[in-house]
């Protein structure tokens, strides 16, 4: 398994070019994303790049490999390369399995291109599949958050507990939802946006440009259709 994610992370290195401000996701397939820039950088490959990490765990691997950090600029990155937790046939896909959810949101909606890499365990037939929908959320009100969450039909739970309560790296608890089989993916999104304590949720519909899947057979690159 780590050798296709190996093989998704140096297929997305075409994506790169000198110059770029880059975001740079969270995972375990982002890790070898980071050591092959690493390497391109140091080679002399790619120059000027630097990189927006969406979480301390990427901040903290980047630094160590030597890829130059820069806070998130106003106009946003050129590209920005992350996982996914699932993906749909429309590059539709839930994230934030790792916790860094809404600092992913924030750098890939900013980013003119968006790049996701994985494993061929990552695509489903419909959203929701294999795994919950995590939603950050402020501590202050959170009944009255998952009661509005439950009236959206979905299931929250905290994730850790109660008493260890799992905290991102903004401070903020998450709830875990199972998704169930919904028409209008994007009315869900929007009334869990318009919930007052929902700071972000795993629902990214409509924004990767591109998906690099490695399968035993290789990468398959996936283009957004439209």
Known sequence: MNDRKAAAAQAALQEVSSGMVLGLGTGSTVQFFLEALAERIASGDVRDVVGVPTSRAT???SRRL???????????????????????????????????????KVVAESAK?????????????????KTPLPIEVLAFGIARTEARIR????EPSL????LEPFLSDNGHPILDAALPEVEDLPGLARSLDAI???????????????????????????????
């Open 59 to 61: 901040e903290r691997e």
């Open 66 to 104: 030597g890829i130059p950090l820069v806070d998130l600029p106003a106009e946003g990155v050129d590209v920005a390369v992350d996982g996914m937790d699932e993906v749909d046939p429309s590059l539709n896909a839930v994230k934030g399995l790792g916790g860094a959810l809404l600092r992913e």
């Open 113 to 129: 291109r968006f790049v996701l890499i994985g494993d061929d365990g990552k695509p489903v037939d419909r959203l929701g599949a």
């Open 151 to 154: 009236g959206l039909g979905l």
């Open 159 to 162: 994730r850790g507990g109660v």
């Open 196 to 226: 007052p304590g929902v700071l972000g949720h795993g629902l990214f519909l409509g924004m990767a440009d591109v998906a690099y899947l490695a399968t035993g057979d290789g990468v398959k690159r996936v283009e957004r259709a439209g």
